[in-house]
């Protein structure tokens, strides 16, 4: 494949300081794979720019799994910042990978990771400036054409995984393929298929309907949509078109995570990340079961990698990285039944070498003296996180966060007297059943973590001691058991934020809360059906894009696509429904029944908690009978 | 405890030009780590690795014969370290020399302010016997947000010299600056391990290996910068300035490449470095 390099070079040259951050185009990083003869290739992209885009770990894992296969090669690729892309767009120069610079819809595949709601007209704009037309059957129709004239394949195949794949409907009409849960088998998998029926001459059609019998895999263009009475009636707003055409797709799961190497290949950029240090995972899965989260559900069963397996992989890789940082990553590390002895050793052996060992966030349950020292251990000491999400205990039962004000006490306490003198705490409001008392209570739960957090410091480090509280409009999400559940309006959001600044007198408290504009989008994003591609496509095409970014992101420009559209905006963000109600998202399953599902809500509404299956009893959730499978944890969790 | 302070002579070239100077000290400490060298850690709640590095590059402009210094906590045979780090460094980032200092020798980024540049340029730059390019008497920079007016003969060391590619000879000299010019010749330097000349204190690139990229380049400049205690004047910003002035009188000519090619304590020693710099190209900023 040609490189277009000298085009990019002649671009960034010529626009010398116009173009921020050259570094994020160039390539030639530390550990990246160049595999130039491989025949079939792949390219696998973050839809936003490098420095965001180059510390996902699904990238990373996915294109170490194709790389792996004989034959195939796996490239990157980011979406340049507004200013390249501009330039690019003057110069009729296309989107390009990052290793060999090649140009994007050159690739027989592309596989592109849907990170959150925001990241849809990313997707577009990054096919776009691909010479790839957006939307799977506009690319179906050339391609039956081209391949009449005897040149089939004209576009590479367009595939989609990632969190947002549960509810894929906004995202369905423009992707030929969607992944449904762990890649790391299914990717190869589909990639092999491609391969093979293409060598065999097979059309396009051929090839998907052949790859919906993958388990995990969607292929929209194999369903029709059906309208609300009809999706009711039939338990589905989607209905396949064919036989042998699954009528609820489930997700995969990774059976050898546990005993595969925690050591992933990684690339070492040049470029200054978000996040930049070696990331190891530790596990899999979270049967915490908080109620609000999606990453809690779609991720069963919890499986751990063994401490032996982790500290191995730590060391490897900071030998072949050079970072000065290890980061232990999972959705809930100190959950984790060897945190303790695996944390001890990595201080043991990077003690004196200016090598730092991170946790993304700590649970409030888990995280006692013994935790404080260990993780202060590394040297390094930020601030603390943690998340009670709501402020009363009644409300933290109805979302099933089993955090006490003892355990917040603990941890903060046990925090300040190891060192820090930092604590942030994450809260949403907009909960389900929230009263004006639950807002209260959050104000009144900071001023007492601030006293307590006094307490465990000496009289004169007193004022260096800060209290910080990040407030979160919460986003009703699919495939958790609030996904009925309506979002409060933002007036309602505003009057409530008032209670709480109110309720909230010490000024050593930083209170940090955004305007919600971009969690009302989030919200719509997340429980709409296929009539939000049609919005998405709108907003994209009247200029809305990076709108992660909150310099580029217009509540309004959405709003105005969903009245092109003819979509009410705030009904499909706010409304509630019963728990029989067919949601779209009711033909991809994450392996959790519905039953389960509505289980939960009752129980929410009483205030009735379950427990972590890892630690007490099955909570009949559904995943492990379902897949033949079970949770595997190293040693008993306590 | 006794340090051990180890300078290492790298050269930035290729598409990593392009890397602020930020990104450049990120990857060589990161190069270190990886070449498994016994480094020493400061002390403290942070303890982080002890480097410190020479004048900073602007992004856009590489350079042959770039410092960093590194503190490390036993001695290691300058052979075997130079193996080590050439090991674990990218080809554009590559370390050419490495020697131990000794605690009477200047810091880094103040012990080599005579610099020497090479540019290329997209278009020929003689014509006729006569250069197209020619330096401004003032230019103006923008720091802190006030205007300062640099004039380039405060900053230039010898002559700037200009050519065609292909052309053979020396080129042309234009501005004749300070008195003391380049010495013709050549003294030996060989690509893992920089000799530098008896006498002469500085430190200069690989000599010249013709390199693809530079097929394409038309027109060259050479020159030396002074950086002083009240300032400096940036080689991009020089060039620049002799871009936009052609460009005003009619001619399209923008740099290609842009490279230091030698840095040196004073003038003397400069002249003789920049000497190995040859005009028929070597490891270049075009990338």
């Known amino acids: 494949m040609e490189s277009l390099w000298p085009r990019v070079e002649v671009l960034l040259r010529e626009a010398g300081h116009d173009i921020e951050k050259p570094t994020r185009y160039i390539n030639h990083e530390w550990g990246c794979t160049l595999k130039p003869e491989a025949p079939y290739r792949f390219v696998m992209t973050y839809p936003d720019t490098y420095e965001l885009g180059q510390a996902n770990q699904a990238v990373r894992i996915l294109c170490n799994c194709v790389n792996a296969v004989d034959g195939m090669a796996a490239e990157r690729a980011y979406l340049p910042a507004p200013d390249m892309i501009a330039r690019m767009r003057e110069s009729g120069l296309p989107a390009f990978s990052v290793e060999s610079c090649a140009a994007v819809c050159d690739f027989q595949a592309v596989g592109i990771t849907l990170p959150h709601e925001l990241a849809a007209t990313n997707v577009l704009e990054f096919l776009d400036l691909a010479g790839i037309p957006v939307r799977a059957d506009r690319r179906a129709e050339d391609e039956r054409r081209a391949a009449a004239e005897g040149h089939p394949y004209r576009y590479p195949l367009i595939m989609g995984g990632g969190p947002c794949v549960f509810n894929a409907e906004p995202f369905a009409p423009f992707f030929d393929v969607l992944m449904l849960g762990e890649g790391e088998e299914a990717l190869p998998e589909l990639l092999r298929i491609d391969r093979s029926m293409r060598e065999q001459g097979a059309s396009r059609e051929e090839i998907l309907h052949r790859m919906a019998q993958v388990p995990g895999t969607y292929v929209p263009a194999l369903y029709d949509v059906v309208d609300e009475a009809e999706a009711q009636r039939r338990g589905s707003w989607l209905v396949p078109r064919a036989a042998d055409v699954p009528a609820v797709v489930e997700k995969r799961i990774w059976e050898g995570f546990a005993t595969s190497d925690a050591y992933e290949p990684t690339v070492v950029p040049y470029a200054e990340l978000v996040h930049d240090r070696l990331n190891i995972e530790v596990l899999r899965g979270c049967a915490r079961g908080c109620r609000f989260c999606q990453a809690g559900m779609m991720y069963r069963p919890v499986r751990e990698r063994s401490a032996d397996n982790i500290v191995a992989a730590a060391v490897r890789g900071i030998e072949e990285t050079g970072y000065d940082e290890v980061s232990l990553t999972s959705l809930s590390t100190t959950d984790h039944s060897q945190i303790e002895d695996i944390l001890r050793r990595l201080n043991r052996i990077f003690e004196g070498r200016g090598i730092s060992v991170s946790i993304p966030s700590q649970r409030l349950d888990a995280f006692g003296v013994g935790m404080a020292e260990l993780v202060a251990g590394g040297g390094k000491k930020g601030g603390l996180t943690f998340a009670p999400e709501a402020g009363t205990q009644r409300l933290r039962d109805v979302i099933n966060k089993q955090v006490t004000e003892d355990d917040l006490f603990n941890a903060v306490t046990a925090a300040f007297d190891a060192g820090w003198r930092r604590c942030k705490l994450y809260f949403m409001i907009g909960l389900p059943t929230e009263t004006d008392d639950d807002v209260r209570g959050i104000g009144e739960l900071l001023e007492r973590t601030l006293a307590a957090a006094r307490e465990a410091v000496e009289p004169d480090q007193r004022g260096a001691v800060k209290v910080s509280a990040s407030i979160g409009l919460f986003v009703p999400k699919a495939a958790t058991p609030f996904q009925w559940d309506g979002q409060i309006s933002p007036d309602e959001a505003a009057r409530r934020i008032a209670v709480l600044r109110q309720s909230v007198r010490s000024r050593a408290i930083d209170i940090s809360w955004h305007e919600p504009d971009v969690s009302l989008v989030e919200a719509m994003m997340s429980r709409g059906g296929r009539r939000i591609a049609d919005v998405v496509e709108t907003a994209w095409r009247h200029g809305a894009r990076f709108d992660a970014w909150r310099e580029h992101f217009s509540l309004q420009a959405w709003k105005d696509a969903c009245a092109e559209c003819g979509v009410d905006f705030d009904h499909v963000a706010q409304a509630s429904y019963p728990t029989d109600y067919v949601m779209p998202w009711a033909h991809l399953s994450s392996g959790v029944t519905t039953r389960f599902l509505q289980r939960e809500r009752e129980r929410a509404e009483k205030g009735i908690t379950t427990p972590d299956c890892t630690f007490g009893t099955c909570s009949a959730c559904g995943i492990c009978p379902h897949y033949g499978t079970d949770n595997q944890v190293q040693e008993a969790r306590s | ?287």
């Open chain 2, 1 to 287: 405890m006794s340090d051990f302070t180890m300078r290492v002579t790298y050269a930035e070239t290729g598409r990593l030009v392009m890397l602020s100077h930020l990104e450049v000290t990120r990857a060589l400490e990161r190069t270190v780590r990886r070449a498994g060298l016994p480094y020493a850690v400061t002390n403290g709640f942070s303890p982080h690795m002890r480097l410190s590095f020479g004048a900073a590059l602007p992004v856009g402009v590489g350079g042959l014969a770039e410092v960093f210094d590194v503190v490390l906590t036993e001695f290691v045979a300058p052979q075997q370290a130079l193996a080590l780090l050439r090991q674990a460094s990218p080809a554009d980032l590559m370390p050419q020399a490495v020697r131990y200092v000794t605690r009477d020798e200047k810091a880094a980024s103040v012990a080599y302010p005579f610099c020497a540049y090479r540019v290329e340029f997209s278009a020929s730059v003689v014509r006729d016997g006569r250069p197209l390019l020619s330096v401004p008497e003032q230019i103006t920079v923008v720091r802190k947000k006030k205007e300062k007016h640099l004039e380039p003969a405060d900053f230039l060391v010898g002559r700037v010299r200009f050519g065609n590619v292909g052309d053979s000879g020396s080129g042309i000299g234009d501005v004749e600056a300070a008195a003391p010019t380049g010495v013709e010749g050549s003294a030996a330097v060989r690509g893992a391990e920089a000799v530098v000349p008896a006498g002469v204190r500085g430190v200069a690139g690989p000599d010249g290996t013709p390199d693809a990229y530079t097929a394409g380049a038309r027109g060259w400049m050479t020159c030396a910068l002074e950086s002083k205690p009240t300032g400096s004047l940036r080689i991009d910003v020089l060039v620049q300035a002799m871009c936009d002035a052609a460009g005003a009188a009619g001619q399209a000519i923008r740099p290609v490449s842009v490279m230091r090619t030698a840095q040196a304590q004073d003038a003397a020693s400069l002249g003789e470095l920049a000497a190995l710099a040859t005009e028929s190209g070597h490891g270049s900023g075009r990338f």
